[in-house]
């Protein structure tokens, strides 16, 4: 009985019945207060998406193939153990013994601080870039605005919409980008493309101190961050880290 009190209480401090901030409406899904970090914290566990229409989804509150509650309910059909593996994942991480039922959000943010380290795959910045789950799930007015991503082999992108022929962000450039945003003295753009055989995702910086405009991209073919400035001359890095640091210095 105290197991299943303990477990119930996390469960609706997490899913349940919800006012929106400074509304009076209510809405009945997951805690948008702490949902974003929930998602990125997860991640630490383990790839918990799910797949629908070739697109690949972080979990929403409604939908029959990719929400929350298809993720935890029993399945008559378990699709060779991939809901079964994914609540493993959940339930591990409500197990962790960082995760504080008190303080959720803050404890799901200290999970992603010690385990992000040991993750070199396509999870890292989804769990150390929080504008970029952000940007997949914004919760403004009331709404709900719930974005996929697309995985093309070892490529990713942030959907505008179910199709790739629609707009889309490349999800390194991406991560960048969040990152030069917080740099004093830079002004920065990202620009967004259609399709992904030839995509055009780029970002423009330009110093506030010195004038210098560069423009970068990700160069799928090579893996790697070309950085071109005003006089055409191309530098290339190998990782978001290694572009940031040689663009802070330039600024």
Known sequence: ????EKYFN???SIFGEFTIAGKNDKYVGINRNIANVLRRALLCKGDYTLFHSSNS???IDNDRDISWKRLL???????NGTYQNRRKMFFSLIKDPLFDQNDIADSLQKICDRDVAGITDWRKYFITVPEIMDSLHKYTDGRASERYVRF????IFLMGSTRLYGWNEEYYSYALYCLLKKLPNASVKYNQAKGWEDVDCHIELTSSTNAGKWKIKYLRAKDKF???DASGVQSLYSTVEDAKYALEKLL
Do not use: P, T
């Open 57 to 59: 989804s972080f979990l």
């Open 73 to 79: 309910r029993i399945q008559s059909n378990e699709k």
């Open 10 to 12: 996390i469960f609706s």
């Open 1 to 4: 009985m105290h197991l299943f």
């Open 226 to 228: 070309s950085v071109i």
């Open 152 to 155: 093309e082999g070892k490529y």
